[in-house]
């Protein structure tokens, strides 16, 4: 059986953390554009939902590399 690594997942997840903060720190307009503009919802959240939905397709697509993982 292929062992697979779900470290490469985690680095993934990390990576797009990473990336993000860095957008918004070197691109002012995209942190002005979350802030919340009284409405009832927020884009912060929204944003999380966002790393939340990431994981869940690294996740679903670990499950399927090892479902399918010759034997």
Known sequence: M???NPLIA???YL???AT???L???VPKIARHLQH???SRYAS???LRGYLAFGVFIHHSIITWIFCAPV
């Open 15 to 17: 990576l797009a953390i």
């Open 37 to 39: 503009s009284g409405e």
């Open 20 to 22: 993000s903060a860095l």
């Open 45 to 47: 959240i929204d944003g």
């Open 24 to 26: 918004l720190r070197a």
């Open 2 to 4: 292929t062992e697979t």
């Open 10 to 12: 985690l680095v993934a």
